[in-house]
């Protein structure tokens, strides 16, 4: 049984094996170099639970969470340093850190990140997925977080470990976000909140969309998810432009096709070898955070299964804000 099923059918036994998963990581973090590990991260409901599953088997490493989540107690610090704890949850959930500077610097989420990659961070939440209670004895970490976007490679380059960033068709993205009944946690999603209002620097990449940003607050929910999609990948596109970072770019249909195949490319790109040679078939698993209704789908249906979610008209507006931002490439089918 994993810990994420005993939160739910055991809450206080779960509370207390989670305390004591954290007295274990806590006390072997000192062992842990975060170059050693791997730092994920990709747009919501993208296939990174699911990637991150499997490179987690594979290196014989820990999972560590989501750790930019306001469940996680640290996060606090970080919300009242950038002017947010008055915030709601409902801001905060969709809330990415930004980072325009080559490195984290002297900024508290340097301490915050180098504690993740860790796995130092308190409570149950970034532990919840981990698949038994031995994981935490391991000394590697395998980090995965959708709301890294921005401050991916500042994270990368404080730190010099390997990253990898997967995508996915947004079209997907949004009838996955449908499925799962995580669409409703966009609906408060304002562009202009998240993406100019911010005094951390944001404003200066993303206000030459400003125009733009405005008519897309005024769209429906499906086209804003597109635009804060978009815009981020975009930031993330920027961050990367020079090429010369160890960072993999993963493409989740790519990955449903060529699964073992693509994976040794990732490791050969980061100069990674998996230790558990034999568990690829972690690959054929589902991840712990696929819909009721995606369990078992075939490779063409988690791909081409959008068509019978989406409306036209939505789909439309999905693919007018990709081709806008020059993500028509993502448009697989």
Avoid at 26 to 55: E, K, V, Y
Avoid at 122 to 136: K, P
Avoid at 239 to 266: F, H, P, T, W
């Amino acid at each position: 049984m994993t810990l994420a099923k005993k939160f739910l059918e055991t809450p206080d036994g779960a509370m207390r094996e989670a305390e004591a998963s954290y007295q274990i990581d806590h006390q072997l973090a000192p062992q842990i170099n975060p170059r050693d590990g791997l730092f994920m991260c990709g747009f919501w409901r993208s296939g990174t639970t699911w990637l991150q599953q499997a490179l987690t088997t594979l290196l014989e490493a820990k999972l560590v969470f989501e750790p930019i989540f306001p469940a996680v107690p640290e996060m606090k610090a970080i919300y009242a340093y950038e002017g947010l704890a008055h915030r709601k949850k409902e801001y905060l959930r969709l809330y990415m850190p930004f980072c325009g500077a080559a490195t984290l610097g002297e900024h508290p989420l340097r301490d915050y990140y180098g504690r993740a990659l860790r796995s130092d961070l308190s409570g149950r939440w970034i532990r919840i997925y981990r698949g038994n209670e031995m994981e935490s004895f391991r000394t590697r970490v395998v980090l995965k977080c959708v709301r890294s976007q921005l401050c991916l490679r500042a994270v990368q380059n404080t730190f010099q470990l390997p990253a990898v960033h997967i995508y996915r068709d947004p079209r997907a993205v949004i009838a996955s976000a449908r499925l799962t009944n995580w669409e409703g946690m966009f609906e408060p999603l304002n562009l202009r909140r998240q993406l100019l209002k911010p005094l951390d620097g944001r404003a200066e990449f993303f206000g030459n969309w400003r125009d733009e940003i405005k008519l897309y607050d005024e769209q429906d929910r499906v086209t804003r998810i597109a635009a804060y999609w978009a815009l981020t990948e975009k930031f993330v596109e920027h961050s990367y432009a020079d090429g010369k970072a160890r960072m993999v770019l993963v493409n989740y249909e790519d990955l449903c096709r060529r699964r073992e195949k693509v994976v040794l490319e990732i490791f050969a790109q980061l100069g990674l070898r998996p230790v558990a040679a034999s568990d690829f078939q972690a690959l054929d698993n589902d991840s712990s955070s696929t819909s009721e209704r995606r369990r078992g789908a075939s490779v063409e249906e988690r791909i081409t299964g959008w068509k019978k979610v989406l409306t036209s008209a939505e789909i439309a507006a999905i693919e007018s804000v990709a081709r806008y931002f020059g993500f028509e490439d993502r448009l697989v089918s």
